[in-house]
């Protein structure tokens, strides 16, 4: 058990197949939560939910490509036909393809924009009913330091983070009067396969940059998402920017 009591709770977590996403889904079973996982990587997925069952947890594997309108609703659907509700979504699928715009392959682009932003949209659009239907809910949205701070050589990732920020923003505002919360989460650099996706020269410009960092490990986002969720029901935690101690922006 946690600090956090979960129990009775059903929530969502899109990109529970590896990193921040296969640790909160984690960490909500632990606390006694029933999690669905969303990813593309069925398999993944799968042993997870066998895993978080066979300890005693409620867990289910949905196959999920976030950024595609139908299949996103339906995970979001199942979800709450076959758990029975929907208290969380956590929007934490993503993909972070770095390097140049000038020059920049279109497709790492519209890969980035297809998970980051439509998958958000996409999942947050199906979860509302539901969340307004019960009179409560809690939407979770992992966007990052990038969603605050701009460099060159992030600019599409950048857009994709700083574009979940402003929505998460405006959905808060209009979840606050149906009791549906609303978090936005910022790690900074955390180990994870996220860097692994990039070209390997870019790749291995990212470990350079944080070679001398002592990287957050994914538990550490998790403990962030456990803490949003696990508030009383008259706390919202708006946003929570999490950075390893040595890393300066
Ligand atoms: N690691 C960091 O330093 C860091 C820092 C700030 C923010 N973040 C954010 O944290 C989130 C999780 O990333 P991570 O670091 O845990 O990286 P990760 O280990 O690469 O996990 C990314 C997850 O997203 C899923 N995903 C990607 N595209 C998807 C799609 N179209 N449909 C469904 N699932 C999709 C992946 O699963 P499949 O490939 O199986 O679909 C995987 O489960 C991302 O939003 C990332 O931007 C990470």
Not at 94 to 111: K, S, T
């Amino acid at each position: 058990m946690t600090d956090y009591d979960l129990s009775d709770q059903v929530v969502a977590i899109t990109g529970a197949s590896s990193g921040i996403g296969e640790a909160t889904a984690l960490a909500c079973a632990r606390a006694g939560a029933a999690v669905s996982l969303a990813a593309r990587r069925a398999e993944r997925i799968e042993v997870l939910a066998k895993r978080i069952n066979d300890e005693g947890g409620r867990a289910i594997a949905l196959p999920t490509d976030v950024g595609h309108r139908v299949q996103a609703a339906a995970f979001v659907e199942r979800t709450q036909a076959e758990l029975g509700r929907l208290d969380a979504l956590v929007n934490n699928a993503g993909v972070m393809l770095l390097g140049p715009i000038d020059g920049a392959p279109i497709e790492e682009w519209q890969e980035m924009i297809h998970a980051n932003v439509f998958g958000v949209l996409y999942c947050t659009h199906a979860a509302m009913p539901i969340m307004r239907e019960q009179g409560s809910g809690h939407i979770v949205t992992v966007s990052s330091v990038a969603g605050r701070i701009a460099r060159a050589g992030s600019g599409v990732y950048n857009l994709t983070k700083f574009g979940v920020g402003a929505f998460s923003e405006s959905l808060r505002q209009e979840g606050a009067p149906l009791g549906i919360r609303v978090t936005l989460i910022e790690p900074g650099a955390v180990a994870t396969e996220l860097a692994e996706h990039n070209r390997p020269e870019i790749a291995e410009q990212i470990h350079k940059t944080f070679a001398d960092v002592t990287l957050l490990e994914p538990d550490d986002i998790a403990n962030a998402i456990l803490y949003a969720l696990g508030q009383p029901a008259n706390v919202s935690v708006n946003e929570v920017l999490v950075r390893p101690s040595a890393q300066a922006r």
